[in-house]
C-alpha cells in the first residue's frame, strides 16, 4: 500500500472511521494479477466529517457521493435498495452507521465481495469469494443481484475474463432476468461485449449467455447460428456457432485490435437466416450476413468503424480465402476494393485466417495482404497518368487496373 493511502487511512482512523480497499483491486491482488481499478470504501464517516478532513477531495456522483482524493476513488459505505425497472432505479442510503459488511452485501459476486483494511491488511470476506476465486467460480453474492439486470452480463465478462465458470445457481439468477435485459442501455450492453473481446477467450463470453438462457436477447444473430449445421468434411467442429466461437478464439490469438475480433464473430451471421432444409449447405451466407451485422450492430449503437469492420468480413471472407483460386484480375478487383475499406488487407487476412484456422494451429496461412499492398502502391495514378499521359477518367482507370495485373502476375510467378 502506497504511503499516500496509508496517511489517509491514519486521519480517517483518528476521526474513528477506517479505510478499506474494496473490489476489482483485492479480487485481482489475490489472483496475483496487476490491477488498475483501486476503489475504497469509508466506514464510521459522514460525508461533513469526511470533506472536512480532505477539503482537497473532489465530490462527483448523482445518486451518491464518490470522491477523488490523490488520484482514487473513495466512497462511504452504502446500502442500494431498488426501486424501478433497469440498471439505474435504485435508491441510496449512505450512514457512518454502516459497516463494511453491509456494503459488501449490496455488491454483485462474491469475488468482488472482499474488503482489505488498509492498516491491518486485515481481509474481510463474508461471502467466501477467495474460496470461488480457488475454485474458479462466478457465483452471486446474494438473491439481490436480480436486482440489477446488468449484473447477468457482468457475470459473463467475469467469467471470460479469469476463465472461470459460472454457477449453477447464479445461471438460475441470470435467467430470471431475461426480460429486464431490454430495460437496459445498448451502450451498457456493448460496453461489457466490447471489454470481454479485449480479453484472451473472448468465447467465454458468449457461452456463459448461452448456457445462462439469455444469449437470445441482445445477441440474436449469434444465438440464430446455434443448430446451424455446415458439411463435416469442412467443419468437423460442428454448428455455425461453435465454428464462430473458435473462429473468435483464433482471432484473440493474432491481433488485440477488438475491432478485428468483433468482424471475425460476426462473419458467417448469414449461416443463421439460411433455411433448415438447406442446411447444411449456406449458399450466399457472404452476402445475407451484411444486413444481420447492421441489425446486430444498430441494435448495441456500435461505432460506425465496429459497423464497417463487420459488413466487410461478412462479405469478403469467403472470397479472402480463395484468393489463390482466382484469376490475377479477380485478385486485383479484391485488392483494390479491401484496400479502400478500414478493416483493410491486414485485417481481412487475419478473419480468414481465424475462420480457416478455427481448430487452434496455423496449417493453412493466408497472405495477401503483403502482395496487395505492394501492388498497390507500387502501381498507383500518378505513375499511370506518367506513362500513359492520360487524366482523370474511365481509361486511367482500366490502364491502372491492367498494369496492376500485370505486376501481380510476375510476382506470383517469382514466388
Avoid at 496509508?6 to 472511521?17: N, P, S
Amino acid at each position: 500500500m502506497c504511503e499516500a493511502i496509508t496517511r489517509i487511512a491514519k486521519k480517517i482512523e483518528q476521526k474513528g472511521g477506517q479505510l478499506y480497499l474494496v473490489g476489482g483491486a483485492v479480487r485481482d491482488e489475490i489472483l496475483g494479477i496487476e490491477s488498475n481499478d483501486e476503489d475504497y470504501c469509508v466506514t464510521g464517516l459522514s460525508h461533513s466529517e469526511f470533506e472536512e478532513i480532505f477539503p482537497q477531495a473532489i465530490c462527483r456522483g448523482k445518486s451518491f457521493e464518490v470522491y477523488d482524493l490523490d488520484g482514487k476513488e473513495f466512497a462511504l459505505a452504502r446500502t442500494e435498495r431498488k426501486n424501478g425497472k433497469g440498471h439505474k432505479e435504485f435508491e441510496v442510503t449512505t450512514s457512518k452507521c454502516l459497516t463494511i459488511y453491509d456494503d459488501l452485501e449490496r455488491r454483485d459476486l462474491t469475488i468482488n465481495s472482499i474488503a482489505k483494511n488498509v492498516l491491518t491488511n486485515e481481509i474481510i470476506d463474508p461471502y467466501e469469494g477467495r474460496k470461488d476465486i480457488e475454485n474458479k467460480l462466478i457465483r452471486a453474492t446474494s438473491e439481490s443481484f436480480i436486482e440489477d439486470p446488468l449484473r447477468v452480463y457482468r457475470a459473463a465478462r467475469f467469467a471470460c475474463k479469469l476463465n472461470f465458470e459460472i454457477e449453477e445457481n447464479t445461471l438460475r439468477l441470470m435467467n430470471s432476468l431475461k426480460l429486464e435485459l431490454l430495460e437496459l442501455s445498448a451502450e451498457r450492453v456493448f460496453g461489457e461485449m466490447r471489454k470481454a473481446l479485449s480479453y484472451d477467450k473472448p468465447s467465454i463470453f458468449f457461452n456463459m449467455l448461452k448456457k445462462a438462457g439469455v444469449l437470445d436477447v441482445h445477441f440474436i444473430e449469434i444465438y440464430k447460428l446455434i443448430g446451424a449445421l455446415q458439411p463435416e468434411k469442412y467443419h468437423p467442429e460442428g454448428d455455425a456457432y461453435n465454428h464462430s466461437m473458435l473462429a473468435l478464439d483464433m482471432s484473440a490469438r493474432l491481433t488485440k485490435d477488438e475491432k478485428i475480433r468483433f468482424a471475425t464473430l460476426v462473419h458467417d451471421l448469414g449461416k443463421g437466416v439460411t433455411p433448415k432444409e438447406m442446411y447444411p449447405h449456406h449458399y450466399m451466407h457472404d452476402e445475407k450476413g451484411v444486413p444481420e451485422v447492421l441489425k446486430f450492430a444498430k441494435r448495441l449503437k456500435m461505432p460506425n468503424d465496429w459497423i464497417s469492420y463487420g459488413k466487410v468480413s461478412a462479405k469478403e471472407h469467403m472470397k479472402g480465402g480463395i484468393f489463390y483460386q482466382m484469376t490475377a484480375s479477380k485478385q486485383v478487383d479484391f485488392i483494390e476494393r479491401i484496400s479502400k475499406t478500414k478493416l483493410g488487407l491486414e485485417g481481412l487476412e487475419i478473419i480468414v485466417e481465424a475462420d480457416r484456422n478455427c481448430g487452434g494451429l496455423i496449417i493453412d496461412k493466408v497472405k495477401f495482404a503483403k502482395i496487395g499492398n505492394e501492388i498497390m502502391n507500387e502501381v498507383n495514378g500518378d505513375m499511370i497518368k506518367q506513362k500513359y499521359v492520360i487524366e482523370e477518367g474511365v481509361k486511367l482507370k482500366q490502364k491502372l487496373h491492367e498494369e496492376r495485373v500485370r505486376l501481380l502476375k510476375a510476382k506470383l510467378n517469382n514466388l
